[in-house]
């Protein structure tokens, strides 16, 4: 499987961003998507993951009622929402998929808030 990111960016606080994650080769073996992130000298984190059969979704505490994580199966994408956000979201977003053959995942996207 191969992902590839867009969007991202800066953004003041308050604001919001959207991240977008397509995936494409074996997409049939997935079973679940979604986001990490990595601050500066932090480990990475999981954000938000949408599962493929029945679209159940998990967020971190951090983001819950802020971020909202969405599927196209039709395309293969999963979206990120972002709002209201803050500068500890700043990081880099990395999009995973996880299937029978393991885990892939995409190049990363910063995003970065501004105080």
């Known amino acids: 499987v191969q992902l590839v990111e867009s969007g991202g960016g800066l953004v003041q606080a308050g604001g919001s961003l959207r991240l977008s994650c397509a995936a494409s080769?074996?997409?049939?073996?997935?079973?679940?998507m979604g986001w990490y992130r990595q601050a500066p000298g932090k480990q990475r984190e999981l954000v938000a993951a949408?599962?493929?059969?029945?679209?159940?979704?998990n967020y971190a505490d951090s983001v819950k009622g802020r971020f909202t994580i969405s599927r196209d199966n039709a395309k293969n994408t999963i979206t990120l929402q972002m709002n209201s956000l803050k500068p500890e979201d700043t990081a880099v977003y990395y999009c995973y998929s996880g299937s029978t053959s393991g885990l892939s995942w995409g190049q990363g996207t910063q995003v970065t808030v501004s105080s």
């Open positions: 949408i599962r493929s059969g029945g679209g159940s979704t």
């Open positions: 080769g074996s997409t049939f073996s997935i079973n679940a």
